[in-house]
């Protein structure tokens, strides 16, 4: 079945203690992407990446780090987290054609106090 | 900053009726998507219209867009009590010479659509 995984689906935390969200996906997709969403505000693209050691910032960065080593993988880390990192966190995948849909993995509820 | 801004921001409704849920956003497109996520789950893709197209179907979904007003819109007809959930537009960006930025989509805030039995 295709599909994106993310690991943890729930996560609480305190301040500073590094972290890190799995995703994989199996479709074999170039196109990878992290956001987050909050009330109010709709999913913000937090980084990005075109290829295996390609990744970019999105609309916000601040705060977060990513790798794609692996074409299938795309962590999301959080070196020193803080409260205002409090989100739901979805990462997604899609194929580099013009017209591809994009494919959402389950979400990562993540709490910091 | 937001591409995509929906409009109502909440609508309810009774099963059966028709929901119409309007999306506006600022710059060149190269395609308009319209998303859906159950309360707290991810996302799911319905439908993409392309910038050069102007109606599309599916099943009772029916999209327009206006690329001259900068919008879309999307039909549910005959809206069941399943349909409730929130649905959002996504906008994606026109390709640049290395085709690289036709990955980037950029959602509105979303509606939430409640259909009442």
């Known amino acids: 079945e295709a599909q994106v995984t993310q690991n943890p689906r729930y996560l609480i935390t305190v301040t500073g203690k590094k972290l890190t969200v799995t995703c994989s996906q199996n479709?074999?997709?170039?196109?990878m992407s992290w956001y987050r969403q909050d009330p109010g505000l709709g999913l913000r693209q937090i980084y990005y990446?075109?290829?295996?050691?390609?990744?970019d910032k999105g609309d916000v960065p601040e705060g977060y780090k990513v790798s794609r080593k692996e074409k299938r993988n795309f962590p999301l880390i959080l070196e020193s987290p803080s409260p205002n990192q409090t989100s739901l966190y979805f990462c997604?995948?899609?194929?580099?054609?013009?017209?591809?849909?994009?494919?959402f993995g389950p979400g990562t509820r993540l709490t910091v106090l | 900053s937001q591409q995509g801004e929906e409009d109502p921001q909440a609508l309810s409704i009774q099963e059966g009726e028709n929901a119409t849920m309007n999306c506006s956003y600022k710059?060149?497109?190269?395609?308009l998507q319209w998303y859906r996520q159950n309360s707290g789950r991810g996302l799911v893709h319905l439908i993409l219209?392309?910038?050069?197209?102007r109606e599309k179907h599916s099943g009772r979904l029916r999209v327009t867009l206006d690329t001259s007003k900068k919008s879309s819109s999307l039909l549910i007809t005959a809206s069941r009590a399943a349909d409730t959930a929130s649905y959002f537009c996504?906008?994606?960006?026109?390709?640049?010479?290395?085709?690289?930025?036709?990955?980037?989509?950029?959602f509105g805030q979303g509606t939430i659509l409640t259909v009442h039995p």
């Open positions: 997604a995948s899609r194929g580099l054609a013009e017209y591809n849909e994009q494919f």
């Open positions: 479709m074999n997709h170039e196109y």
């Open positions: 990446s075109m290829n295996v050691e390609v990744t």
């Open positions: 710059t060149s497109i190269n395609n």
């Open positions: 219209i392309r910038s050069n197209e």
């Open positions: 996504a906008t994606g960006a026109p390709g640049d010479a290395g085709g690289t930025s036709y990955g980037k989509l950029t």
